[in-house]
């Protein structure tokens, strides 16, 4: 696996590769990222990952500063998964200078959900997502990049970003990845307690459970979801947890569902100081 730093080199790296396929990260790698890298692997001639923390999509009051970062374990992750290349530009690599040139998405998917209560986000997602991609697929006739489903709407935002742009790029999902309890596989579940280990997993449950009731009240979905996402919020309330949203929506678009839509369920609480987000295909 060849490491670069910088996008010259990086280029050149992949001046021979036809087709790359892409998987960006933040790091503090787990399973879910090399599952996405074995995903990526055959769908392309040169596999290519990057590590860079976004200051861009962190809110000032957000943990930029204390977001793990595990350089040599992900090394070996990634040198162990096939990966040939990883990018991994240093601040003044991606942004030389003051990023006034900024991707805002459509407000209609990204103002809601993550989007409403971290103001901001898919600007900074956006945006760096754009330039990581101009990084790798420049003079790239076609490329495939590969996101985790569970980041649900920002694999939306994304997929948007690149219809809307027309970039040549076909963009990949791969299902969230989860320990044998059920919790979904996140960086920041380093950040939790055994105790609150012990805990998180109840915010897949309550999602579950939405889920069921919402496809029980199918018939009378857009009169009865109000009342089961209050339960749903009131119930994870009572452990102890701090929700900002439990919520189901329509698979398509993320707007609010009528009967017969394909739905998901997503969730976004706090345990402790630690914010968790998950999601649900139902």
Same mark, same amino acid.
């Given at each position: 696996? !060849?490491?670069?730093?910088?996008?010259?080199?990086?280029?050149?790296? &992949?001046? %021979?590769?036809?087709?790359?396929?892409?998987?960006?990260?933040?790091?503090?790698?787990?399973?879910?990222?090399?599952?996405?890298?074995?995903?990526?692997?055959?769908?392309?001639?040169?596999?290519?990952?990057?590590?860079?923390?976004?200051?861009?999509?962190?809110?000032?009051?957000?943990?930029?500063?204390?977001?793990?970062r595990t350089w040599e374990?992900?090394?070996?992750? &990634?040198?162990?998964?096939?990966?040939?290349?990883?990018?991994?530009?240093?601040?003044?690599?991606?942004?030389?200078?003051?990023?006034?040139?900024?991707?805002?998405?459509d407000p209609v998917?990204?103002?809601?959900?993550? =989007?409403?209560?971290?103001?901001?986000?898919?600007?900074?997602?956006?945006? *760096?997502?754009?330039?990581?991609?101009?990084?790798?697929?420049?003079?790239?006739?076609? =490329?495939?990049? *590969?996101?985790?489903?569970?980041?649900?709407?920002?694999?939306?935002?994304?997929?948007?970003?690149?219809?809307?742009?027309?970039?040549?790029?076909?963009?990949?999902?791969? #299902?969230?990845? !989860?320990?044998?309890?059920? @919790?979904?596989?996140?960086?920041?579940?380093?950040?939790?307690?055994?105790?609150?280990?012990?805990?998180?997993?109840? &915010?897949?449950? #309550?999602? !579950?459970?939405?889920?069921?009731?919402?496809?029980? %009240?199918?018939?009378?979905?857009?009169?009865?979801?109000?009342?089961?996402?209050?339960?749903?919020?009131?119930?994870?309330?009572?452990?102890?947890?701090?929700?900002?949203?439990?919520?189901?929506? !329509? /698979?398509?678009?993320?707007?609010?569902?009528?009967?017969?839509?394909?739905?998901?369920? &997503? =969730?976004?609480? /706090?345990? =402790?100081?630690?914010? @968790?987000?998950?999601?649900?295909?139902?």
């Open positions: 696996m !060849r490491i670069v730093h910088s996008i010259v080199e990086l280029r050149q790296q &992949l001046a %021979s590769a036809q087709h790359p396929a892409f998987v960006p990260t933040m790091g503090n790698l787990h399973a879910g990222h090399i599952a996405l890298i074995a995903q990526a692997k055959p769908l392309g001639d040169c596999t290519v990952a990057s590590i860079f923390v976004n200051r861009l999509q962190f809110l000032p009051h957000e943990d930029f500063d204390s977001y793990p374990r992900d090394c070996a992750q &990634l040198q162990a998964a096939g990966c040939d290349v990883l990018f991994a530009p240093r601040e003044h690599d991606l942004y030389p200078e003051p990023q006034t040139f900024k991707v805002h998405a998917l990204a103002d809601i959900l993550e =989007g409403h209560f971290r103001p901001g986000f898919f600007t900074g997602l956006s945006t *760096v997502v754009m330039k990581l991609f101009m990084a790798v697929f420049a003079g790239k006739a076609q =490329g495939t990049a *590969v996101f985790g489903k569970k980041d649900y709407q920002q694999l939306m935002v994304i997929r948007q970003m690149v219809r809307q742009f027309a970039l040549p790029i076909e963009i990949t999902s791969g #299902a969230t990845c !989860r320990a044998a309890d059920g @919790l979904a596989l996140s960086s920041r579940n380093g950040y939790l307690s055994e105790t609150e280990r012990a805990e998180a997993l109840h &915010l897949s449950l #309550a999602l !579950r459970t939405l889920g069921r009731d919402a496809l029980a %009240s199918a018939n009378g979905l857009a009169q009865h979801l109000p009342q089961l996402e209050a339960q749903a919020m009131q119930a994870l309330t009572a452990r102890g947890w701090k929700p900002d949203y439990l919520t189901v929506r !329509r /698979r398509s678009d993320l707007q609010a569902p009528q009967a017969g839509d394909d739905l998901v369920v &997503l =969730g976004a609480a /706090r345990l =402790g100081d630690t914010r @968790l987000i998950d999601n649900l295909e139902v």
